[in-house]
């Protein structure tokens, strides 16, 4: 390929569906969900795309059936439990893995919150590969919090209103980062309120495999697909 994305997002839609077509109860499909991640993450390294955002769950999700949530909660719980691992350490820190969570992550049980700084703060060092996952996250939330930090800073004298452009207010987003390309997968035509800010540019595909049926071929697909595109930037 001659051009690879440096940054993909990815919205990982379709597992409840996914779990229905299986004849299971519909939140257990997160479960294969979570782990077609771990695919994608070693695909990408071998691709050389050096960033991947996952939208995970949206503040809107917290208003899934308690069964539901709780069922989310405790895979959450055993993914992080999993990654904190000596062994899984070990690996993350010699692949240079860097694990950030986004969005208002106090809005999740002690629980989840507590393991999601654990694991920002164990792989903080590492470096060459961001993996970020959006949790408790919708982009215009995020624009929100992010005026309401810039309020904060002019409030406090230390910053000027008059200063105040792209660059700044990009830096009081969650996340600093625009993703080339954004991957949809479950047949949906929208972004559901992902990176609202960040992915003004960037190219969209819409894959009608739900998530869990992703597999490589298709990702590869996604990838040269992108590679074809010509990239003007309004130019």
């Not at 997002?9 to 479960?31: C, Q, S, V, Y």
């Not at 904190?84 to 950030?100: F, P, V």
């Not at 002019?154 to 980062?177: M, P, R, T």
Request: hydrophobic share 40%; aromatic share 12%.
């Amino acid at each position: 390929m001659e051009k690879v994305p440096r940054h993909v997002g990815i919205i990982m839609d379709g597992n409840r569906r996914f779990a229905k077509k299986l004849m299971m109860k519909p939140w257990m499909g997160h479960e294969w969900g979570a782990k077609k991640i771990h695919k994608i993450l070693d695909w990408s390294r071998e691709l050389g795309i050096k960033e991947v955002t996952f939208y995970a769950f949206s503040v809107q999700n917290f208003e899934r059936p308690k069964q539901e949530f709780e069922y989310l909660m405790e895979i959450f719980c055993k993914e992080f439990d999993g990654l904190m691992a000596s062994d899984k350490q070990k690996e993350l820190a010699e692949k240079g893995i860097r694990l950030n969570f986004i969005g208002r992550l106090n809005m999740f049980p002690e629980k989840v919150h507590s393991r999601m700084l654990k694991l920002m703060k164990m792989t903080s060092e590492n470096s060459g590969y961001n993996v970020n996952f959006a949790m408790a996250y919708g982009g215009r939330e995020e624009v929100i919090d992010a005026v309401q930090k810039i309020a904060l800073q002019i409030k406090k004298g230390e910053i000027d209103v008059d200063s105040i452009n792209e660059e700044v207010f990009a830096k009081n987003l969650y996340l600093n980062s625009d993703p080339d390309l954004v991957i949809r997968t479950g047949g949906e035509r929208r972004t559901s309120n992902f990176l609202t800010w960040q992915s003004t540019y960037s190219e969209l595909l819409f894959i009608d495999k739900t998530w869990p049926e992703l597999e490589k071929e298709d990702y590869l697909m996604a990838i040269q697909e992108y590679s074809d595109r010509d990239r003007r930037f309004g130019k």
